[in-house]
């Protein structure tokens, strides 16, 4: 949608999984008959198997709201959508956009339209919670991102839900709030997440979780030929334990890498998701793994957080840029469960990463107080102030003293 890429340059050619081996069909999967082990695509043409592997994704999920077959109303969430999307703004030139849900897609979106078009399109994000980036940050989190926007001269409405898209002659003219407030628009987003593609699964008899295809920890469904993987099957998540959507690239990836191991013998679980995710918008980065405050407190933990304010550099090299971490501790256990970071650089945020690793190898508070960085004075703050050993620091205080 920037125009900083082709479709082609997103998708892995044909010839490049020919030349593996592999055969490609491009064709629709119309049945699976799973007793004789046939797989029929829409042509007619029929293809025998030993093991199936399901990876049917997701769409978008869109509400069932008054509009919104209107034309202007967009979703985000394939290269289709990405062509509808600029094809209706070189046909149509929309100067007032409305954005149905603040998740980091739109965020993104949001951002790159404007910076694209600076200061000739009117933007507001409308989210029905009361922040922005509701699964990535608390609210004291997302106060800056808000505050951010604004200065860039998008609206953000928090608390505030889109009771119907309206139109006039098939085309979208603006969304009309539960409240009754009206907000002119001549194109409207729609990302609210997304569904899963489990429809062959169900036709099949396949057994279905909560957030799709249920699946073992080796991508194994009910069906002994048949795996599956990626946004069409349920997870686990690995904080809670419990079933988890994990509809994030991630996830998708390992999947289907553990799919592969399994059919060549290895026996590699797939351990849950963090759902580590990350975004940028104009020159502030978001990135956010396991669960925030907001989530563990609901979920059932005793929680102990800790927010730190940092710098990318030394604050006697120029160019120093502020970011700010936030860590979210299981008080019972003092395992860290939860990161947040806000940042006007980029590398910083890669610092999430440190964040997942530690959570996944089930580090407590004490073991946190112990973490160093590689330092220099042009890529990191002073080593006296590492922001992830200050947050465990803050946190073991709030704690007072434990039985280590």
């Given at each position: 949608?920037?125009?900083q890429?082709t479709p082609?340059?997103?998708?892995v050619?044909?010839?490049?999984?020919?030349?593996a081996?592999?055969?490609?069909?491009?064709a629709?999967v119309?049945?699976v008959d799973?007793?004789?082990r046939k797989v029929?695509?829409?042509?007619?043409?029929e293809?025998d198997?030993?093991?199936?592997?399901?990876?049917t994704?997701?769409?978008?999920?869109?509400?069932s709201?008054e509009?919104?077959d209107?034309?202007?109303v967009m979703?985000?969430?394939?290269l289709?959508d990405?062509?509808?999307i600029?094809?209706?703004?070189d046909?149509n030139a929309p100067?007032?956009?409305?954005f149905?849900?603040?998740g980091?897609?739109s965020?993104?979106i949001a951002s790159?339209?404007?910076?694209h078009?600076?200061?000739t399109?009117?933007?507001t994000?409308?989210?029905?919670l009361?922040?922005?980036?509701?699964l990535?940050?608390d609210?004291?989190?997302?106060?800056?991102?808000t505050?951010y926007?604004?200065?860039?001269?998008?609206?953000i409405?928090?608390?505030?839900k889109?009771?119907?898209?309206?139109?006039e002659?098939?085309?979208?003219t603006g969304?009309?709030?539960?409240?009754?407030?009206?907000?002119?628009?001549?194109?409207v987003?729609?990302?609210?997440g997304v569904s899963p593609?489990?429809?062959?699964a169900?036709?099949?008899?396949?057994?279905m979780?909560?957030f799709g295809?249920?699946?073992?920890?080796?991508?194994?469904?009910s069906?002994p030929?048949?795996?599956a993987?990626?946004?069409c099957?349920?997870k686990?998540n690995?904080?809670t334990?419990?079933p988890d959507?994990?509809?994030?690239?991630g996830?998708a990836?390992m999947?289907?890498?553990l799919?592969?191991?399994?059919l060549?013998?290895y026996?590699?679980?797939?351990?849950?998701?963090v759902?580590a995710g990350g975004?940028?918008m104009?020159d502030m980065?978001v990135?956010a793994?396991g669960v925030t405050?907001e989530?563990a407190?609901?979920e059932?933990f005793e929680?102990?957080c800790?927010t730190v304010?940092?710098?990318?550099k030394h604050g006697m090299i120029?160019?120093?840029k502020?970011?700010?971490?936030?860590?979210v501790?299981?008080k019972?256990?003092?395992k860290?469960i939860?990161?947040?970071?806000?940042?006007h650089?980029i590398?910083?945020a890669?610092?999430?990463?440190a964040v997942t690793?530690?959570i996944?190898?089930?580090?407590?508070?004490c073991?946190?107080?112990?973490?160093t960085?590689?330092c220099n004075?042009?890529?990191?703050?002073e080593?006296?102030?590492?922001p992830?050993?200050?947050a465990a620091?803050?946190?073991?205080q709030?704690?007072?003293?434990i039985?280590?």
């Amino acid at each position: 949608m920037a125009g900083q890429v082709t479709p082609e340059s997103i998708i892995v050619p044909d010839k490049n999984l020919e030349d593996a081996g592999i055969n490609v069909v491009v064709a629709e999967v119309t049945k699976v008959d799973a007793e004789t082990r046939k797989v029929i695509i829409s042509d007619g043409r029929e293809f025998d198997y030993d093991k199936l592997l399901l990876a049917t994704g997701s769409n978008s999920f869109i509400p069932s709201i008054e509009g919104k077959d209107l034309n202007g109303v967009m979703t985000l969430r394939g290269l289709s959508d990405a062509k509808k999307i600029r094809d209706f703004g070189d046909d149509n030139a929309p100067k007032k956009i409305v954005f149905i849900g603040a998740g980091f897609i739109s965020m993104e979106i949001a951002s790159l339209l404007e910076a694209h078009h600076p200061d000739t399109l009117d933007i507001t994000v409308v989210e029905s919670l009361d922040h922005p980036l509701p699964l990535m940050l608390d609210g004291d989190m997302a106060d800056s991102v808000t505050k951010y926007f604004e200065e860039k001269e998008i609206k953000i409405l928090t608390g505030k839900k889109v009771e119907k898209i309206l139109g006039e002659n098939g085309f979208v003219t603006g969304v009309e709030l539960a409240s009754g407030e009206k907000l002119d628009a001549d194109m409207v987003f729609v990302n609210v997440g997304v569904s899963p593609n489990v429809k062959l699964a169900e036709d099949i008899g396949l057994e279905m979780g909560k957030f799709g295809i249920k699946v073992n920890e080796f991508q194994e469904t009910s069906h002994p030929d048949i795996m599956a993987g990626g946004d069409c099957v349920e997870k686990v998540n690995f904080i809670t334990k419990r079933p988890d959507a994990g509809r994030l690239r991630g996830p998708a990836v390992m999947q289907g890498r553990l799919a592969a191991k399994r059919l060549a013998g290895y026996d590699i679980k797939f351990p849950g998701v963090v759902n580590a995710g990350g975004c940028q918008m104009f020159d502030m980065v978001v990135a956010a793994t396991g669960v925030t405050e907001e989530f563990a407190v609901k979920e059932g933990f005793e929680t102990v957080c800790a927010t730190v304010d940092s710098r990318s550099k030394h604050g006697m090299i120029p160019g120093m840029k502020p970011w700010r971490i936030k860590l979210v501790f299981d008080k019972k256990t003092q395992k860290l469960i939860g990161g947040q970071i806000v940042s006007h650089s980029i590398p910083p945020a890669r610092k999430i990463d440190a964040v997942t690793a530690f959570i996944m190898g089930e580090k407590t508070i004490c073991d946190l107080t112990t973490f160093t960085s590689a330092c220099n004075p042009d890529i990191s703050s002073e080593p006296s102030l590492e922001p992830i050993s200050i947050a465990a620091e803050q946190a073991l205080q709030k704690l007072g003293k434990i039985s280590v």
